[in-house]
């Protein structure tokens, strides 16, 4: 009994670690995809969100700023359009405002038509479903994500389960050079993210279906 016990024990973690291969290899072939497919130039949108790369000790996260550089480029060639940053601001929200105003002026692009600031995200899963709510009934039919190109797929489709529409992208720089112990281990926690969010978004249906609203699901889902 022991020895059956041991050799399904085997069988199980070869399984999860091929699992987890595929899983690795995928996110890599994903970020190459959305790489050869980013347009340029981007045709005009009327929302612009930036995903922040973890605000902490006060100070915004390096990522943050190349996809907010980005997100800049791109509102100098549609006025109109609104930028909104998602991030993990809460309780400092003007110092993305500020951040966003600053990255303007040093790299001489004007300032977008309004800022917005979604600041209580502390994932992905949160950066999209907040920056629905934030939106609301005024939602552009036609809305571009500022990430990176690891991150993006995985972005798009949570924008895709929450919005019921897929997004336009531009891509920032990835964190790390390529092919370096940086990147490899981004994509790393990518792939596991991955299988995080699925389950998220399995957890967020089941407890719709038994009635549970957003707040509630909201409560035990991040």
């Known amino acids: 009994m022991a020895w059956r016990l041991a050799a399904f024990g085997v069988r199980a973690a070869g399984a999860a670690a091929g699992l987890g291969l595929l899983t690795l290899i995928a996110t890599v072939v994903a970020a190459q995809a959305h790489r050869a497919a980013a ?3 981007i045709g005009p949108a009327g929302l612009i969100v930036v995903f922040g790369g973890d605000f902490r000790d006060g100070r915004c996260h390096i990522d943050t700023d190349y996809r907010t550089i980005r997100a800049l480029e791109i509102a100098a060639t549609m006025p109109g359009a609104a930028l909104l940053v998602t991030d993990r601001l809460a309780p400092a929200p003007d110092v993305m405002a500020a951040n966003v105003a600053v990255l303007a002026h040093l790299n001489g692009l004007p300032p977008p ?79 596991a993210a991955w299988w995080l969010n ?14 549970l609203d957003d707040a509630q699901r909201g409560a035990v889902i991040r």
């Open 39 to 41: 347009a340029d130039p």
């Open 113 to 191: 038509a309004r800022v917005l600031i979604e600041p209580r995200a502390t994932s992905t899963f949160e950066n999209v479903r907040f920056s629905r709510d934030l939106m609301g009934g005024d939602m552009p039919a036609r809305v571009i994500l500022v990430t990176d190109a690891v991150h993006m797929a995985r972005a798009r489709l949570l924008w895709r389960h929450f919005t019921g529409t897929w997004p336009d992208f531009a891509l920032a720089r990835a964190p790390g050079e390529a092919f370096s112990r940086a990147r490899a281990l981004y994509h790393l926690r990518e792939a």
């Open 198 to 211: 699925l389950g998220k978004i399995a957890a967020w249906e089941g407890l719709g279906l038994i009635g």
